[in-house]
């Protein structure tokens, strides 16, 4: 019983935010469960697994599987394709759209980077990016980093900028950030309507 409670603790410690301590206490409460409610959430997991996929444009995750290689967002003809807005994580994506503050596209970056990364390529989508950016007719004219207010957010926009240079330079793109609607260390997934229209009007 004791291996098999630490296999199942190590697997939820792979979850975000989820330390030793919080693994342990949820991996507990998970086996008290009624085993219909354990067999229920097991089911719902492995099916969300099966039928979600990535949007190939953006890189969101969309519940659509294989029916659409586009989410909702990026097949729709009343999106600004000569916007691109780049975020972190799909819940980024997902809370500015609720605002219904932006109406262009949408690049979800996989992650951030920090000074001490040595291979910061490998925390974010810069060779998807890239290629999107550099494929045949892409109507793209600005780019607008909409990266959280944190020291990793200033990063990774530092080095998105000196990867992205050449195509930049070459495709006449051009740079945006957020306006000043957003105070230091604030992340995007709790921004309200009001503070992202701002930050949006005020970019530079």
């Known amino acids: 019983m004791n291996d098999i409670l630490t296999e199942l603790t190590e697997l939820l410690r792979k979850l975000p935010g989820i330390g030793p301590r919080q693994a342990r206490r949820l991996a507990l409460w998970l086996v008290r469960q009624d085993k219909q409610w354990v067999q229920e959430f097991a089911t719902a997991l492995t099916g969300a697994r099966s039928s979600v996929s990535v949007c190939s444009y953006c890189k969101r995750l969309h519940p659509e599987g294989g029916a659409h290689m586009l989410c909702s967002v990026c097949r729709s003809d009343a999106r600004n394709s000569h916007l691109l ?83 930049v330079k070459d495709n006449d793109i051009k740079l945006t950030k957020l306006g000043r609607g957003l105070s230091t260390g604030t992340e995007l997934e709790y921004v309200d309507r009001d503070t992202m229209s701002y930050a949006l009007k005020g970019r530079a």
Request: negative net charge.
């Open 85 to 167: 807005m780049l975020v972190e994580k799909d819940v980024d994506l997902e809370n500015i759209e609720k605002t219904g503050a932006y109406s262009g596209r949408y690049f979800v970056l996989g992650g951030t980077t920090s000074p001490l990364d040595k291979e910061p390529d490998r925390k974010v989508r810069i060779r998807e990016l890239q290629q999107l950016l550099t494929e045949k007719g892409s109507p793209v004219e600005e780019i607008i980093f909409a990266l959280s207010a944190t020291t990793e957010g200033e990063d990774t926009v530092l080095y998105l900028e000196g990867a992205l240079k050449n195509v």
